[in-house]
């Protein structure tokens, strides 16, 4: 008989166990689902995994094979600090995926986040820098990509494209991300590329500004170029946002041919009230995909998702940057986990915040159940 696609050991068969067999006392696979149930759970340091692992015992008996002791704290720091964050993404994907059933990607984000305790001065260690993609139409973290001491998110971000399936997807990067060979990179792999533009390329920025300047003077609202406006207010705040635009020019855009396969110039005008102090911002963008103004306009309004529904809730829900794990794969493993249970508590169609969430599945272990799998039940593996 084939597996169930939602068995839990189903999606770890390829993890390979860092460990030697001789030392093991308990499974990787038993390992692993307790600390992504603990973390789910409301469990935000290894210390407090444990406890979850000691107290929720017997229910976490129905579907894994546990011995008469619980992994100490310092089993789950040692094991996370050898496990291949790769390879464990992958595995804690499969598992989401299953769990939420097929999705369509249709717009991916990108953008980086630091963990702000994970450094240490005293030993010359900087915060570790990871770079993320989230699905933002599903609230699903889709890889990582730790970024080095030597390093930075330009080099990062061809590493983690590398690891999604990008066919038919938009994805959305920010500044740090414009620049040719990460658009080619995404047009290869068959997806299509929003990259908001600044000073760090030369005169891309100038040449958009002078363009857009010149179809708005010179040519004829929907038919030479495209604007899309958005009024919001709530909470104090009043902002309006502007979008335009326009083909690629035949002329005046530098270099044009050296960014694959670009379509669309264009820039976004917002203004924002709040407090009676009103801010300006003027933001440039570049896209390879033919499309209305007012579908990058929901684009790059979205691509702030990855920020308010992923970023915020690692901050303020799960306490990530107050954790002090400094070990570099041990942090990415962690926040892996933070993610992909950040994921799975989105997508369970409760009405109540992701901490009540938590605080529901730390309470009820048939809350907890439907979190993991959906509305199906847990199956012994």
Same mark, same amino acid.
């Given at each position: 008989?084939?597996p ?27 390992? %692993?689902?307790? /600390? ?12 407090? %995994? ?18 008469d ?9 040692? #094991? ?9 993404q ?22 980086? *986040?630091?963990l702000?305790?994970?450094? +240490? ?10 770079? +993320? ?16 001491g ?9 590493? #983690? #494209? ?35 533009? *600044? ?18 003077? *010179? ?20 902002? *309006? ?28 005008y ?8 009103? +801010?300006e ?5 570049i896209? +390879? ?22 970023h ?28 992909? /249970? #950040? ?18 599945? /730390? ?5 907890? /159940? ?8 847990l199956?012994?593996?």
């Amino acid at each position: 008989m084939s597996p169930n696609p939602l068995s839990v050991r189903h999606h770890f068969t390829s993890l390979e166990d860092p460990r030697r067999q001789h030392c093991q006392r308990h499974r990787l696979l038993d390992i %692993v689902v307790i /600390a992504l149930c603990a973390v789910i759970a409301g469990s935000n340091t290894w210390q407090q %995994v444990e406890a979850f692992g000691r107290k929720r015992r017997d229910w976490l008996a129905g579907f894994l094979d546990l011995p008469d002791e619980t992994p100490s704290h310092d089993t789950f720091e040692r #094991l996370f600090d050898r496990l291949d964050p790769v390879a464990l993404q992958r595995c804690l994907l499969g598992w989401v995926e299953s769990a939420s059933g097929e999705l369509k990607i249709d717009h991916i984000a990108i953008d980086g *986040k630091t963990l702000r305790h994970s450094g +240490s001065p005293a030993r010359g260690l900087g915060a570790l820098h990871l770079v +993320s993609a989230w699905a933002t139409e599903h609230g699903l973290s889709l890889g990582q990509v730790a970024v080095d001491g030597k390093s930075n998110e330009i080099t990062a971000i061809p590493q #983690l #494209l590398e690891l999604l399936e990008l066919k038919g997807a938009l994805v959305t990067i920010d500044a740090m991300g414009c620049q040719k060979e990460i658009a080619k990179a995404i047009v290869e792999g068959g997806g299509d590329y929003v990259l908001t533009v *600044k000073g760090n390329q030369e005169h891309l920025r100038d040449d958009i500004e002078a363009a857009v300047i010149g179809v708005i003077e *010179k040519g004829v609202e929907g038919k030479d170029y495209e604007t899309y406006e958005t009024e919001e207010k709530g909470h104090g705040r009043h902002e *309006k946002r502007h979008y335009t635009a326009l083909p690629v020019p035949e002329e005046g855009i530098r270099n044009k041919e050296l960014w694959e396969e670009l379509a669309v110039i264009g820039v976004c005008y917002r203004e924002r009230t709040e407090k009676g102090r009103t +801010s300006e911002e003027t933001v440039y963008f570049i896209g +390879s995909r033919v499309m209305p103004a007012k579908r990058y306009g929901t684009v790059l309004r979205s691509h702030w998702g990855i920020e308010n529904g992923c970023h915020w809730h690692l901050d303020v829900t799960f306490r990530e940057d107050a954790n002090r794990v400094q070990q570099r794969m041990e942090a990415a493993n962690l926040s892996m986990l933070r993610k992909m /249970a #950040l994921s799975m508590l989105k997508r369970n169609p409760s009405k109540q915040s992701i901490e009540v969430k938590r605080f529901m599945a /730390a309470l009820d272990p048939d809350f907890l /159940a439907e979190i993991l799998v959906g509305s199906q039940n847990l199956e012994k593996p």
